[in-house]
Antibody
């Protein structure tokens, strides 16, 4: 079964850091671009970052550029999102997904990040 | 404010057809073929229902169809069913960054 499973969410104070992980299974992980998308409570979808198959090309939304870092470990079939200098507005459910602007065809169930003092 | 503009809500009765629009600020949506649509039920992850403007992934009902004209992409759902009640999001890219529309709440009356 093709699957993405996120972990690492939690409650963190403003200015703090958190590292999200996404474990992929059921497909050849390094054949695909993978993407983080977030959704604030009661709000719409918001693209965060994407990374190509070998990590050689990455993209970030302006709102997270310089604070978040996307990476992947092909050997572990895993995707990561290092989030630093977190702000209240980063509070959201973070989804890992397979693909990019041409279509995100597989999604995880998400991991919740709450930034609050 | 989202880069792509969608109506906040649409509604229709069972069996009817509805169309949800997705408008880009300039020619971005019309200038390429990468428009996707996602369906999201409450508490669930989004699901891809249309990619590259008008293509359906395997397993998606043919009641869902996509099109594009100029700066505006559209999602049409025919033969509305109660299970179609959900939020719908369009997506494309602008200046190599992926963007989403603000989402449309579809209510089946």
């Amino acid at each position: 079964e093709v699957q993405l499973v996120e972990s690492g969410g939690g409650v963190v104070r403003p200015g703090g850091s958190l590292r999200l992980s996404c474990a992929a299974s059921g497909f050849t992980f390094d054949d695909y671009v993978v993407t983080w998308v977030r959704q604030a409570p009661g709000k719409g979808l918001d693209w965060v970052s994407s990374i190509n198959w070998n990590g050689g090309s990455t993209g970030y939304a302006d709102s997270v550029k310089g604070r978040f870092t996307i990476s992947r470990d092909i050997a572990k079939n895993s995707l990561y999102l290092q989030m630093n200098r977190l702000r209240a507005e980063d509070t959201a459910l973070y989804y890992c997904s397979r693909g990019h602007y041409y279509g995100l065809d597989v999604w995880g169930q998400g991991t919740m990040v709450t930034v609050s003092s | 404010q989202s880069a792509l503009t969608q109506p906040a809500s649409v509604s229709g009765s069972p069996g009817q057809s509805i169309t949800i629009s997705c408008t880009a600020p300039r020619s971005d949506v019309g200038g390429h073929h990468y428009v996707s649509w996602y369906q999201q039920h409450p508490g669930k992850a989004p699901k891809l229902i249309i990619y590259e403007v008008s293509n359906r992934p395997s397993g998606v009902s043919n009641r869902f169809s996509g099109s594009k004209s100029g700066n505006t992409a559209s999602l049409t759902i025919s033969g509305l069913q109660a299970e179609d009640e959900a939020h719908y999001y369009c997506s494309s890219y602008i200046n190599i960054n992926m963007v989403f529309g603000g989402g449309t709440k579809l209510t089946v009356l």
